[in-house]
């Protein structure tokens, strides 16, 4: 069965560094997105991505922030100068048309 | 600004019993609603999924409903098991938004003792 998957499963980096999460969306989607749970609180929206461009982000998606579809099958997530307030789940999720939206199973971020 | 809230915020029931969770949402324009599972530490796996012009959906032992006009979705789960335990989040798409993004509740942990 098609998944999304994330790589990687868990990074750990200092404050300031600039980290890049990646994700292989399922290979016939057209809608791609990225979330972040931080521990205990709600999944949040950060970016949808269609057609090549952004199409909506969110307000904590700020100029630290960036997302890349770099060839035909990866979708990748930049933070330019992490903060310890970045410290999250990040899921990558993905979706054909406007119906069921795939999750992968997200990388764990902690910023020290 | 549509906003999701799931009641309650943890269940914990003896193995066997019948249970529903409970989901509201304040914009009723939506296009799809959808319940995940989320065990600690992981992602999301997907349950369910409403259209808005449906009322419901059964998997198995999970059936969801869906009353749009008044905001709310249910998540029945028949004959618990202990297997059962993890938390369960509902998730609107659509209202004011066009580009698919998903808004979240805040979920409802559920313990099933055996």
């Given amino acids: 069965e098609p998944e999304v998957t994330q790589t990687p499963s868990h990074q750990v980096t200092q404050m300031g560094q600039e ?6 969306p399922i290979s016939n989607h057209l809608y791609f997105y990225w979330y972040r749970q931080i521990l205990g609180q709600k999944v949040e929206f950060l970016v949808s991505f269609y057609n090549n461009e952004i199409s909506e982000k969110s307000e904590i998606f700020d100029d630290q922030f960036s997302v890349e579809r770099p060839d035909g099958s990866n979708f990748t997530l930049k933070i330019r ?3 310890l307030e970045d410290s999250a789940m990040y899921f990558c999720a993905s979706t054909r048309d406007y119906t069921e939206a795939f999750f992968g199973q997200g990388t764990r971020l902690t910023v020290v | 600004k549509q906003e999701v809230t799931q009641i309650p915020a943890a269940l914990s029931v003896p193995e066997g019993e019948n249970l529903v969770l409970n989901c509201s949402f304040t914009d009723s324009a939506i296009y799809n609603l959808q319940w995940f599972r989320q065990d600690p530490g992981k992602g999301l796996t997907s349950l369910l999924l409403i259209q808005s012009s449906q009322r419901e959906q059964t998997s198995g032992r999970l059936n969801a409903s869906l009353d749009k006009s008044s905001g709310r979705s249910t998540l029945y789960i028949a004959a618990s098991q202990p ?4 938390t369960y989040l509902c998730a609107v798409k659509g209202g004011s938004s066009n580009t698919g993004k998903l808004i979240f509740g805040q979920g409802t942990t559920l313990q099933v003792k055996p």
């Fill in chain 1, 19 to 24: 980290v890049i999460l990646r994700c292989v």
């Fill in chain 1, 81 to 83: 100068s992490t903060k």
């Fill in chain 2, 83 to 86: 297997g059962d335990s993890a």
